[in-house]
């Protein structure tokens, strides 16, 4: 049986292919859902998976994730508005934004949601950290400004930070919450 992840971002695919292979062929389905304008990052997620699996009108599952950068000392901004922020003011402002902050501290989260037409359930995970001057080239997004156990996530290997990663722990719990059902 097929999931279909609901993303534009195939890195994301890949990802949930390590956790979930034993349960499903995970495939890309680029659909364009409404996120709801929340500051409830599983509320946008389980909206938009309810949303996507009634879209594509088959049996398939479907999940979604939403993330974002929480810094602490700025009330969790940009929090659900990262993608926006990231387009607007980009990483480099953020880090600006934070230098002058006595305390750094910031976590990635993320919300996982899955739909199969008769339950809908969310799976979060968060990874602690702390805003950085940006550093590496690797990853995708904030990664260069987040900085876990003396690396930033744009210096360390896509398996480390898939290991570590708020979507990785998110991930992790869905499949042990499909392992359940089995
Ligand atoms: P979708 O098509 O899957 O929605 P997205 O990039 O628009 O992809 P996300 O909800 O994953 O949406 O991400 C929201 C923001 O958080 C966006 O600016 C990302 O770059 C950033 N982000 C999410 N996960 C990240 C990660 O693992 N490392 C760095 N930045 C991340
Ligand atoms: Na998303």
């Known amino acids: 049986m097929s999931l279909q992840f609901v993303t534009t ?27 709801v304008q929340s500051d409830d990052l599983a509320e946008i997620a389980a909206r938009g998976a309810e949303e996507a699996f009634a879209a594509a009108g088959g049996d398939d599952p479907v999940i979604v994730d939403d993330a974002g950068l929480f810094i602490d000392d700025l009330d969790g901004f940009p929090g659900p508005y990262s993608s926006y922020v990231e387009d607007t003011l980009g990483i480099e402002r953020v880090w ?7 305390d750094r501290s910031a976590a990635f989260r993320c919300t996982v949601a899955y739909a ?9 995970g968060e990874i602690p950290g702390e805003v950085v001057a940006p ?8 990664d260069p400004i987040f900085e876990h156990d003396g690396e930033t996530f744009a210096e360390m290997g896509t398996e480390r930070k ?21």
């Open 9 to 35: 971002n195939p890195g994301k695919v890949r990802e949930a292919t390590e956790y979930l292979a034993e349960f499903f062929d995970v495939e890309q389905y680029d659909y364009d859902y409404a996120e």
């Open 135 to 142: 550093r590496g080239d690797g990853g995708f997004g904030y």
């Open 162 to 182: 898939n290991d570590l990663s708020h979507r990785g722990r998110a991930l992790a719990k869905l499949a042990d919450w499909l392992a359940e059902r089995a």
């Open 116 to 124: 199969d037409g008769e339950t809908v359930e969310t799976f979060d």
């Open 96 to 102: 600006r934004l934070a230098e002058p902050l006595a």
